[in-house]
Structure formats: structure tokens, C-alpha cells
């Protein structure tokens, strides 16, 4: 039987290779949790508090641009080239003013001179980063994301070998961060390398006229991005800032496990976002992707959920010691932001396939109104985890909004496998709530309750899911019709 190519076989195959690159985190995941344990809750309060400030500086050269170059190069192959020079152009002129004030922020907030140095560094990094997803867009837009895949892994295992050298040599903070800039470095190299051997020929010049129609075209886009990004890094920094170091470590801790599990709403909008794009909101089909997208996603929302929630003694002392007891309780609350993250990070870019931009910016700015009257006083009543707490208000108000401004649309994007998930998810809580906490036991019988409950009730569209994986691996007939 002759195999026809749809959405349903792009999807599935762009996500497999997302996937596929957002395991190569698992070693950067290693070497943090390897430099928390020798830096200690303090070393590693100020690694947390310079890793977020960094994140700034690369949301203020990122402004969302990503996508649109994505959109531009998939839709004009033949014109990357020029489309690279107007991107790293308004790079460079956004870099200049924003990176000397992004330099004098530690010096304004008088951190320590190892904190200030560890900024600079990580900034750096960051900013190499920048460019370096200027390189992962013409892989995505020409639809060769093995070639991203192979760049990231390259990144990691130069950070894994660079930082574990740094950690023997005397584990200082320092070592930690500069072992980033050395793999953005690299990574970089090899990146703009690969486009133009094998995508487009690069030819640096100034480009002002298309990096001012690159702006112009960003518009809210941009604003939505920059007041979301602002709204996740505002807690860490908050945290830092209010409660100390002590407490930024442990925070920092619990949120470097929640960073990995946040993946998978990264991976699945790599496979339906453009499907989405493609067909508009007036075709049926939208609803029926969005919904069956959502419903794989409260899927792994309950069970990272339950994971937190019933595991975070027994996770934080395998991952990180005993040194880092405290950081449990912030991590079983994160539990409850990452469900919820799952929909806000994907109900997100619905918005933006609908072409509503400015909905989005209204519910990223209701996102960080309510980020900024929460977590000071969170954080200075609780502490990490009155910062944990923030996190999971804030995602509950994305969520809501965005749901709100979906209705009109869509109408609500969930069918009666919601109200499964939520029975199968309700009883491994009542099986788990009744044994003893800290009990790595206690993690496996809720997820194994959780498992047994979706087994009996169904409630993810696991004909979908087969008809994907047939589409990804290579065999089979892939409809273009979404099951």
C-alpha cells in the first residue's frame, strides 16, 4: 500500500525529532545536577539567581523572532540568506543598548563579585545561544531537524565534559558558568557552519531595511513573548532577591527538575503548530488537533503531577542529596505549574495560529499582573516554596485566560477523556495520599494506579498516537485526516 504524506506524517515526524533533541537536555540536566551538589545550596542560590538574569538578556534578543523567521524561510527557501542577515542585524542592534544594561544589573542590585562575574558569563552564553537558534530556524524551516538534533548534541557533551573538568579542577561558580559559554561557543561554530555548507550560502553584511520589516512584523507578538518570559524568570530572581541565596538554591534546584519535564509541551507544539498554522480556524480539523493535543497533554500533565506531588522527597534525594531536603516541598507544589504549564505553553500558540497575537498579550499580561502582586509576599512568607506556590497561581491564570480567549473560536478544546484523565488521576491520589510520604513506593503505586486507571478508562486518543508513531518510524498509511 502506497504511503500518503499529510500533516498527520509531518507531525510525526517533526515531533519524534523534537523529542529526540530535547533529550539531549538530559545531559546539561546531569552536569547542573552534578554542580549543585559540589557548589552546595548557597554556590548554587547564586548560579540560580545569574542563570535567571541571563534568560533576560535572551528574551530581550529573542522578542519571538524565532517564529516568524521559521514562517518566512519555510514559505521562501531561496530567500534564507537575506532573511539571516535582517535577523542577526536586528540581533546585533538590539544586543548593544541591552546588554550595557543588562551588564549593570548585578552592580545595581550589589550581588557579590562572584554572582556579578557568573552573570557576565552566563550572559554570554545566553547570547551565543541567541544565535545559535538563528541556525535551528533554517533547519526547521527547510524541515531538517536532524541537523538540530546533531548541533545540540555537540553543544551538551562539550558542556558535560567542559563543566565536569571545571567541577575537578575546584568546582568554583565560575568554572560552572564559563563551561556554558565554551559549548555555545562551539555549538555556534558548527551551526551557522552547517547552514551554509548545506542550506543557504551566508554572506554577512547589514541588513537595516529587513530588520526593520522583521520588526514591524513581530508587532504584539513580541510583547506576548517578552511579558511571558518575564513572568516565569520574575519568580527565581524574586526569590534570590527576598529570600536569599539559601533559599534560591533550593528553589533553583526544584525548578531545574521542573525545566526538564516541560519538554513535553515544547515537543508536541513542534509537531502540531504548524498543522495548525496550515489549516486555519475555519476548517474543522483545527478543533479536532487542538483537542486531541490537549488531551495528550492533561495525560502527562496528572502523571508529572502525580510524580511531584506523591515522589518529591524520594526524587530530591536521589537527584541531589540530602543537603537539598529543603527543596522538596517546592518541587511537590512545581507538581501542580507543570500540569497546568503543559496547557498554558500550547494553548499559547493556538492563539497564535488563529492569528489573534493581541488576545495573547492580554493574557500575558494578566499573567504577569498577577505574578507581581503574588510573589513577593509568597516568597517572603514561604520562601521557595511560597515561590513554587507563585508559579502555580500564574500558570492557573494563563490557563484560565487563555481559555477564555479560545471560546469564541474553538469553544473549549476538551471532550469526555478530560473528565477520564481527572477519574484515573483522582484515584491514584487517594490510593497514594494513604502511605507513608518520602517512600520511593509511594511514587510507583500512584503512578502505577494512575497507569491502571488509564488502561480501564481510555482516555487519550491512543489511535492517534499509533497512527502518529507508523507516520514517524516509516511505515504504514498515514492518512492526512487527524483520527
Known amino acids: 500500500m502506497s504511503r500518503l504524506v499529510g500533516p498527520a506524517d509531518r507531525m510525526a515526524r517533526n515531533t519524534l525529532l523534537k523529542a529526540a533533541v ?19 545550596p548557597e554556590g548554587f542560590g547564586k548560579f540560580t539567581f545569574a542563570y535567571a538574569l541571563a534568560t533576560l538578556l535572551g528574551a530581550a534578543l529573542d522578542l519571538g523572532m524565532h517564529s516568524i523567521l521559521v514562517r518566512s524561510i519555510a514559505r521562501a527557501r531561496s530567500d534564507t540568506a537575506e532573511y539571516w542577515a535582517a535577523a542577526v542585524t536586528l540581533k546585533l542592534a538590539l544586543l548593544v543598548p541591552v546588554g550595557a544594561i543588562f551588564a549593570a544589573l548585578p552592580l545595581v542590585t550589589a550581588r557579590p563579585l562572584d554572582t556579578t562575574a557568573a552573570v557576565w558569563l552566563l550572559g554570554t552564553a545566553i547570547a551565543l545561544q541567541s544565535f545559535i537558534e538563528l541556525a535551528v530556524c533554517v533547519f526547521t524551516g527547510f524541515e531538517r531537524l536532524e541537523a538540530e538534533l546533531g548541533v545540540r548534541i555537540v553543544e551538551k557533551l562539550v558542556l558535560f ?24 561557543a562551539v555549538s555556534l561554530t558548527l551551526g551557522v557552519g552547517l547552514v551554509h555548507r548545506r ?51 533550593y528553589f533553583g534546584a526544584a525548578i531545574r527538575v521542573l525545566d526538564v519535564v516541560m519538554v513535553a ?20 480539523e483545527f478543533r479536532r488537533v487542538v483537542i486531541s493535543a490537549v488531551g495528550w497533554l492533561l495525560v502527562l500533565g496528572a502523571a508529572v503531577g502525580l ?50 497575537p493581541r488576545r495573547l498579550v492580554m493574557v500575558a499580561a494578566t499573567s504577569l499582573a498577577a505574578s507581581i502582586a503574588l510573589t513577593p509576599g509568597l516568597v517572603v512568607t514561604l520562601g521557595a516554596v511560597g515561590g513554587a506556590l507563585a508559579l502555580a497561581l ?61 488502561l480501564a478508562l481510555r482516555p487519550a486518543p491512543m489511535r492517534a498516537g499509533r497512527r502518529l508513531l507508523r507516520g514517524a518510524v516509516g511505515g504504514g498509511d498515514v492518512r492526512t485526516r487527524w483520527p
Do not use: M
Not at 22 to 40: M, N
Not at 209 to 230: E, K, S
Open 22 to 40: 530535547q533529550a539531549t537536555r538530559l545531559l546539561s540536566l546531569a552536569f547542573v545536577i552534578l554542580a549543585a551538589r559540589v557548589l552546595g
Open 161 to 184: 565534559g567542559v563543566g565536569v573538568a571545571g567541577l575537578a579542577l575546584g568546582g568554583r561558580l565560575l568554572l560552572v558558568a564559563g563551561a556554558f559559554v565554551v559549548a555555545g
Open 199 to 249: 542550506f543557504a550560502r551566508l554572506a554577512w553584511h547589514w541588513h537595516p531595511a529587513g530588520a526593520r520589516a522583521l520588526a514591524r512584523a513581530l508587532g504584539p507578538v513580541a510583547v506576548a513573548f517578552l511579558l511571558a518570559f518575564t513572568t516565569t524568570r520574575l519568580v527565581p530572581l524574586l526569590v534570590a532577591l527576598l529570600a536569599g541565596d539559601v533559599a534560591a538554591g
Open 265 to 284: 509541551p515544547v515537543i508536541v507544539v513542534a509537531g502540531v503548530y504548524p498543522v495548525l498554522a496550515r489549516l486555519g480556524p475555519g476548517e474543522p
Open 307 to 356: 510524580a511531584f506531588g506523591h515522589g518529591a522527597e524520594w526524587l530530591t534525594a536521589r537527584v541531589y542529596g540530602p543537603r537539598y531536603a529543603l527543596a522538596a516541598p517546592a518541587l511537590a507544589v512545581l507538581g501542580l505549574a507543570a500540569g497546568l504549564g503543559f496547557l498554558s505553553h500550547f494553548l499559547g500558540f493556538v492563539l497564535l495560529a488563529l492569528d489573534r
Open 394 to 454: 500564574v500558570e492557573l491564570v494563563a490557563v484560565t485566560g487563555s481559555l477564555v480567549a479560545l471560546i469564541p473560536f474553538i469553544r473549549l478544546p476538551f471532550d469526555r477523556r478530560a473528565a477520564k484523565t481527572a477519574a484515573a488521576a483522582l484515584g491514584a491520589v487517594l490510593v497514594a495520599g494513604a502511605l507513608p510520604a518520602g517512600s520511593g513506593a509511594r511514587l510507583v503505586i500512584a503512578l502505577a494506579v494512575y497507569a491502571a486507571g488509564l
